[in-house]
Structure formats: C-alpha cells, structure tokens
C-alpha cells in the first residue's frame, strides 16, 4: 500500500503546481502592468506561494505517515 | 566573474561529495552489520534501504554521533527520566546501541527499561513480542533526557546569542559608526519592525510584541540553515521535527489568546451573523482559533523535512546506482535543491514570522470597522 501513499503525494503535487503557477503568472502579469510596486507583488507572490506549498504539503504529511 | 563562479561551483560540489563519503563511510559501517546477521553470502544486497537512512539522519536519537572522515564518534547523551520511583539519569551507552528493545538496563532505583525504535519503555510492563506504540503512556517514564535534538536547540541559541550579543555591543558606543555583524544583522531587525509588525499590528502597541517576533524568526532562520550544512556536526534536523515547531506554534497561539482583547472574543463568541446561525458559527470560530497555529506547526515542519529527505534521497541515489557514474548527476541535482533549500530556510522564517504577526494583530485590533459599516447602511 506505499503505491497508494506515493499516488496521493503525487496529487498533492499537482495541486501545488497549478496554485503557485497561477500565482507566478499573474503576479508577474501585475508587475509588468505597473513596475512601480514590483516589491509589494513580489511580497504579496512570496506569501500566497507559501501559503499554497503549505496546503500541498499537509497531504504530503498525511502520505509519509501512512 | 566566471572566475569566481568557476570557485564557487567547485566549493560546491566539493561540499557535496564530502557528504556523500561521510555517509558512504558511516552506510558501509551499516553494510557489514547487516551481512553479519544475515547468514547467507548474497551477490550485492537486497536493494540499498534509503527509507532506513533517511530516518536514521531526520529522526531523533539518544546519541550524538560525529562521521567526518578523520573522527568517527558516537557521544551517548545523558538519559534522564523520571519514573515513579524518582529521577533516574543515566549514560546512554548502557543500551549498546540497541534500538529493538533486547538490552534490558537496570538503574539504581530497580527499574528495567527497555529501548524501542529510540523510545524508552519499562521492560516489566512490555510483552514477550509486543509492539508498542509511542503513545502508550502508561508503559512508558517521563523522558527528559538530554536528545540530539536538545543539543541542537542548545547549538541554535548559543549561536543566537552570541551573534545578537555581539550586534548589541556594536551599538553600545553611540559616538561610533555600526561595522562588522552588525550591518548584517540591523537591516533584518529594521524589515521586521517596518514590514512585518508595524503594518500587522499597528504602530501603538508592535514594541511588545518585537522580542518574540523576531525570536522566532532568529531562531527558524538558524535553525533551519544550520540543518543544511552537510558537514557531520552540524547537520541536525531541527525544525524539520514537529515537536519543535508544535511548540512554537504552542507560543503563538498562547501569546494571541492571551493578548486578545474584548472585540476578539466577541467577534468568536458572538459572530455578526444572524442568531440562527450562531450553532454553526460559534464552533467555525472555535476551531478556527486551533487551527491557524496547527498550520502554522504542520506548513514549517513539512517544508524543512521535505527538504532533508530530498537533499539526502538525491545523495543515496549514487548508492541505489550502484555506479560512481551517477555522482555528477546527483552531485549537480544536489546543488541546484541546495539553492532551493536556501530560499525555503528563508521564506518559511519570514513566512512564520508573518503570520504570527497577522494573529497577534487581529487579536489585538481595535474596532474601527464596525462604525463604517453602519455608516453605509444609513446612507443607502
């Protein structure tokens, strides 16, 4: 039953690479749009990123203990 | 410029195979005891167990061991429990490295214990092959002993203190310019005051909450750094265990309820929804107080141990080929997570700090909101 754990951590990372893609592509967008507050989406980017990560790694958790 | 690129890309990888022939000379140590026991002579072996040296590396253990090439030494750390015949303290080597629960030891209060996958139970209490869980509390003493984890936290804040003592002392003299590691140090406490407190809990009242902020965020930033040092003392794994950062989830949930105010126990007691739907709201809310700390313990503790188990999953990748033909490969994937592994160490630091400030500050906030919107509703 490791295949299963495997299999749900493998979900999980998808998950996090639809998140954090969506989030690089339109805080990159937002930067090019105004390059004046590149700091503050790149701020806002760096926090949303981590918050997402977060999520896809409780699964990831969930998985190993199994 | 390329040459310095050239030296720092040597350093590197030079780093890199160090640790992959520390752990070849500790994984060969491990080798010769597995075909001591196993009677048979097999051709290579059954498949190199990356999970075992995994949880050798992350885990917890009772001693403290040194695999540089030129020193190879097991420190036993101090076992101290406390039982219920008094406290009981003894050198760990009387287990002799044992970790399948055969070596019974003795103390001098009369007590057996037994040691199991690195915890420690009574040998009297234990059945003839009964497995026993970590959570059986009542086979087992209250252990305190003194665990490699503990010495890491020892490590981490001599090495806190000894960096903000010296910043301190830099600015003891106000007649002379800040040098040395200070300029390092005062730009990271002024991004703390400036970006992380003042806008999150406002500019009245973030001095008293300033010493804990930036603790924590000394303290995973450390921490977490010195975890990706591949060097044999160095290398401990501390808040990738998720006892360490319960606990400091444990801080920021007992310093947000203890600072909240009326309006936040309002706001989770008596919610601004219509009466009827309070029996679902209020247990929302509740739980909504548990839960934020729990993410906040569950996203830094998955990150870090991610992390270690890819950094050393890449490293046994050489020994699962089989072939030194693999260690470019490898060593050049272990750079490149090394990079990552940095940003992590620092983000996830910045990220726990971030979000202990939001909690802090919504506990504390005044009642500003409420006012604005009466003033709408009147005015439509």
């Given amino acids: 039953m490791g295949s299963l754990a495997g299999i749900g951590a493998g979900l999980a990372a998808i998950g996090a690479g639809i998140g954090i893609g969506r989030i690089g592509g ?17 701020t806002a980017m760096l926090i949303a990123a981590a918050l997402v990560e977060g999520v896809a790694l409780f699964a990831v958790v969930v998985a190993m203990i199994k | 410029m390329t040459n310095k690129l050239f ?18 000379h500790e994984t060969a140590g491990q080798h010769a005891e597995k075909s001591e026991h196993q009677t048979e002579n097999t051709e290579h072996d059954e498949g190199f167990d990356v999970g075992e ?16 090439p030129f020193l190879h030494k097991t420190i036993h750390l101090p076992v101290i429990l406390w039982t219920n015949k008094g406290l009981s303290v003894f050198p760990s080597s009387k287990f002799k490295g044992d970790n399948q629960g055969k070596v019974i030891v003795t103390d001098d209060k009369g ?43 020892f490590f981490s804040f001599i090495l806190l203190f000894l960096v903000m003592y010296l910043t301190a002392k830099v600015y003891q003299n106000p007649k002379k310019l800040p040098k040395g590691i200070a300029g390092f140090v005062e730009p990271i ?19 008293k909450y300033m010493p804990y902020l930036l603790t924590v965020f000394f303290f995973i930033l450390f921490s977490n750094l010195i975890g990706l040092i591949p060097f044999s003392p160095f290398g401990y794994n501390l808040t990738g265990n998720i006892y360490i950062t319960f606990v400091l989830a444990i801080f920021t949930f007992i310093i947000t309820t203890l600072s909240g105010n009326k309006h936040y126990w309002k706001h989770i007691l008596t919610p601004d929804v219509p009466k009827l739907l309070w029996p679902i709201m209020i247990p929302i809310e ?62 996830q630091a910045y990220i726990f700090t971030i979000l202990s400030a939001l909690f802090i500050g919504l506990a504390i906030e005044e009642h500003g909101h409420e006012h604005e919107a009466k003033h709408v509703e009147h005015t439509i």
């Fill in chain 1, 26 to 42: 339109s805080a990159t967008e937002a930067m090019a749009r105004q390059p004046e507050f590149a700091n503050k989406i790149q």
């Fill in chain 2, 53 to 68: 040296l995994v949880s050798h590396h992350l885990a917890d253990s009772h001693d403290y061991q040194f695999e540089l």
């Fill in chain 2, 286 to 347: 509740i739980l909504s107080m548990f839960t934020k700390p729990f993410a906040l313990m569950v996203r830094l503790f998955a990150n870090i141990l991610a992390g270690h188990t890819i950094m050393i999953s890449l490293v046994a990748l050489i020994f699962i080929g089989g072939t030194l033909m693999v260690a470019p490969v490898s060593g050049f994937f272990v750079i490149f997570m090394s990079f990552i592994e940095l940003m992590v160490a620092f983000i």
């Fill in chain 2, 189 to 207: 406490i002024i991004f703390i005051r400036d970006d992380v407190a003042i806008p999150n809990i406002g500019k009245a009242k973030y001095e």
């Fill in chain 2, 111 to 153: 007590n057996k214990y037994v040691r199991l996958h690195e915890v420690i139970y009574y040998a009297d209490k234990l059945g003839e092959h009964e497995h026993p869980s970590a959570f059986d509390f009542d086979k087992r003493p209250l252990n305190f002993s003194v665990t490699k984890n503990v010495t890491g936290i």
């Fill in chain 2, 7 to 24: 030296r720092y890309l040597l350093a590197a990888f030079l780093l890199v195979s160090f640790k992959a022939i520390s752990q070849h």
